[in-house]
C-alpha cells in the first residue's frame, strides 16, 4: 500500500473553547507540500494530529506508512550526542567494543561496520562536520537542528514532517536543508515562512479562519494564484454592497408607493360612501400587503448582507497585512552609532569579538550576516548595553529600539494594549488602538496578554508597540526577524521598512528579506571575527 496522509473533517478547539481548526479535508501522497497561514491559525496543532500527539476532536486522521518528525525546540539532554539522535548509541558502542577486541563472536556477527560512514555521510548531506560521537550540547541551535534532520533522513521514512526546519540556521545551513528538501522524492509535509524553501515544494496548502486550501506548484504558483482569488473577491464584495444599496432603494420606494396607496385609502374611506365592511377589507388586505413587503424587502436584505459579510470575510484573509510607520525625522549625515576597536567576550582569554569597528549613519540599512557563533548576538549585546566590551567604545547616539527573537521589549503579564500604552505615553486610548488595527491587533485582539501569544504574534505586537506610534525610534534593531512571522507579516514589514526613514542594522540570515527592506551595506562576521 502506498504511503498516504488523510484528515476527515478534522475539527480542534482552544482550551477556552474556541475552534482552531473546523472540517479540516486534506490527502498528502509522496510529494513534498509547504503548509502555510498566519500565525496562530493552527498549523503547528495540525503537525500534531498528523503525529497522533493530539487526537482530534472531530473527523478522523489516517497515516500510511512512517513519519520522521522535526520539531522547532530540540533541547539536549544531559550527555546526548548526535548517535542519539539517529538511535544509534548502542550499535556504536558494539563497534566500538568490536574495534577494541572486547567484542565476542555473536556481537561481531550483528555489528554494521559500515554504519558510522552512512551516519557521517547523512551529516554532511546536511552540511553538518560533526562526528556521531559528537555531544549535543556542544552544537549551536542551528547545528543541532540539521543533525535531527539528518537523523530524520537516515530513518528513510515515507513522509517528513518538518516545524519550520531553517529557523535559527546560517545561510550554510539554510542553503543545505534547502538542497536536501529540493532532492527529496518521498512525502515531505513542511511547516514554513522561508519563501526560498517553499519554492521547492511541489504543492502548497494554506491554512485560514475559512479552512484547509490546496493549491498546486511551488510557492510562486501560490502567490500568483492568490492574487487572482483576491481580485475576485474583490469584483464579490463591490457587487454585493451593489445588492445591498440597491435592495436598500427598491425596499423604500415600495414603503413610499404602499404610504400614497394607504394615504388614498384613507381620503375614500373619509367620504363615508362605501359599505362599512368594505373599508374594512381594503385596511386588512393594504396592512396584509405591508407585512408581506416588508417581510420579502428583510429577506432580500439579509441575504444581500450575508453575501457582502462572506465576500469581506474573504477579503480579510486574501488581504496581506499593510503597515505604514510615522517619520522619524533622522537626519541624513547623522552617525547613528560608533563601535571603535571593541573587544568583548563571556570567558577571559576567549574574545568573540576582537578589534570591531563599525560605524552606522543617517538612514543607512546595514545587514549582518555571518555563521551560527560567529558573534552576531555578542554585538547586539554590545549595542545595547546588556554587554560591556572588555577594550574598545560603543556609542549609540540616537534613540533606538532592539526586536529581539524573544520581543523581550514587551511585558509578558501585561496585554498588548498596555504595553502599546507604556511604550507610547502620549498616545491616547484611539491612537493606540488605531496603530494595533494597523497590525492586525482589532478591538478584543488589543487585550491578549503578551505571554499567551504565539511567537509570530508576539514579534508582530512588538512591531507595532515600537514602530506604531507617533513617533518611532530613529534606530531600530533586529535579530532574525522572519523567524516566527507568518509571510504575509513578513512582506507587510518588508513594505513598512522600505517606508521607513530611520536606520536600520539587521541580523538575518534570510536573504529574500534583506533584499527587500533595501540592505545596502554587509557586515559579515566570521569565525575569525568580522569582514
Not at 560521537?133 to 515515507?158: C, H, I
Not at 404602499?258 to 373619509?270: E, F, I, N, S, T
Not at 373599508?279 to 424587502?297: D, F
Not at 507617533?470 to 517606508?499: C, K, Q
Request: hydrophobic share 45%.
Amino acid at each position: 500500500m502506498s504511503a498516504s496522509i488523510t484528515l476527515a473533517g478534522v475539527g480542534w478547539s482552544l482550551p477556552d473553547g474556541r475552534p482552531l481548526l473546523e472540517n479540516i479535508d486534506l490527502t498528502f501522497q509522496r510529494e513534498r507540500a509547504g503548509l502555510v497561514g498566519r500565525n496562530g491559525v493552527g498549523k503547528t496543532t495540525l503537525l500534531r494530529l498528523l503525529t497522533g500527539e493530539l487526537t482530534p476532536q472531530a473527523g478522523s486522521v489516517s497515516v500510511t506508512g512512517r513519519l520522521g518528525v522535526l520539531r522547532q525546540n530540540l533541547a539536549p539532554a544531559p550527555g546526548e550526542t548526535v548517535a542519539d539522535l539517529f538511535g544509534a548509541r548502542a550499535a556504536l558502542d558494539l563497534l566500538r567494543r568490536a574495534e577494541s577486541g572486547e567484542a565476542n563472536a555473536e556481537e561481531l556477527a550483528e555489528a554494521d561496520w559500515t554504519l558510522e560512514a552512512r551516519m557521517e555521510a547523512a551529516l554532511a548531506r546536511v552540511g553538518l562536520a560533526a562526528s556521531p560521537d559528537t555531544p549535543l550540547d556542544r552544537l549551536s541551535g542551528g547545528q543541532r537542528t540539521r543533525a535531527a534532520l539528518a537523523a530524520l533522513v537516515f530513518g528513510d521514512p515515507d513522509f517528513l514532517l518538518l516545524d519550520e526546519p531553517t529557523n535559527n540556521l546560517d545561510r550554510e545551513g539554510r542553503a543545505a536543508v534547502i538542497a536536501l528538501l529540493a532532492g527529496w522524492r518521498a512525502g515531505a509535509i513542511v511547516v514554513s515562512h522561508d519563501r526560498e524553501l517553499l519554492e521547492t515544494m511541489d504543492a502548497i496548502v494554506e491554512l485560514t479562519t475559512l479552512g484547509a486550501a490546496r493549491y498546486g506548484g511551488n510557492w510562486s504558483a501560490y502567490r500568483a494564484r492568490k492574487a487572482l482569488e483576491l481580485a475576485s473577491a474583490e469584483h464579490d464584495l463591490a457587487h454585493a454592497e451593489r445588492e445591498v444599496a440597491e435592495i436598500a432603494r427598491a425596499a423604500q420606494a415600495r414603503a413610499e408607493r404602499q404610504d400614497r396607496r394607504d394615504r388614498g385609502g384613507r381620503r375614500k374611506a373619509a367620504k363615508d360612501d362605501e359599505p362599512r365592511i368594505l373599508l374594512g377589507t381594503w385596511k386588512r388586505r393594504a396592512q396584509e400587503t405591508r407585512g408581506e413587503a416588508a417581510q420579502l424587502a428583510e429577506r432580500q436584505r439579509a441575504q444581500a448582507q450575508e453575501a457582502a459579510a462572506e465576500a469581506r470575510a474573504r477579503i480579510e484573509v486574501l488581504q496581506p497585512l499593510s503597515v505604514s510607520l510615522a517619520p522619524t525625522g533622522l537626519p541624513a549625515g547623522r552617525t547613528v552609532l560608533r563601535v571603535d576597536r571593541v573587544t568583548a567576550g563571556y570567558e577571559p582569554g576567549r574574545p568573540v569579538l576582537e578589534g570591531f569597528s563599525m560605524q552606522l549613519t543617517g538612514p543607512e540599512r546595514v545587514a549582518v550576516t555571518g555563521p551560527n557563533g560567529s558573534g552576531k548576538t555578542t554585538l547586539l549585546a554590545l549595542l545595547t548595553g546588556r554587554l560591556a566590551p572588555w577594550t574598545g567604545t560603543v556609542e549609540v547616539r540616537v534613540p533606538c529600539a532592539l526586536l529581539d527573537q524573544e520581543v523581550g521589549l514587551l511585558e509578558p503579564g501585561a496585554s498588548i494594549l498596555d504595553n502599546f500604552r507604556r511604550l507610547n505615553p502620549e498616545a491616547d486610548v484611539n491612537a493606540c488602538r488605531a496603530a494595533l488595527a494597523r497590525f492586525m491587533f482589532r478591538a478584543d485582539a488589543a487585550l491578549q496578554r503578551v505571554d499567551t501569544l504565539s511567537g509570530g504574534q508576539k514579534l508582530r505586537a512588538g512591531l507595532a508597540c515600537v514602530v506604531g506610534g507617533a513617533r518611532p525610534p530613529e534606530l531600530l534593531i533586529f535579530d532574525e526577524p522572519t523567524n516566527h512571522l507568518d509571510i504575509e507579516a513578513i512582506e507587510a514589514v518588508e513594505a513598512g521598512l522600505r517606508s521607513y526613514d530611520g536606520a536600520l542594522l539587521i541580523v538575518s540570515h534570510d536573504e529574500a528579506f534583506l533584499a527587500n527592506v533595501g540592505a545596502t551595506r554587509r557586515i559579515a562576521l566570521g569565525r575569525g571575527g568580522p569582514s
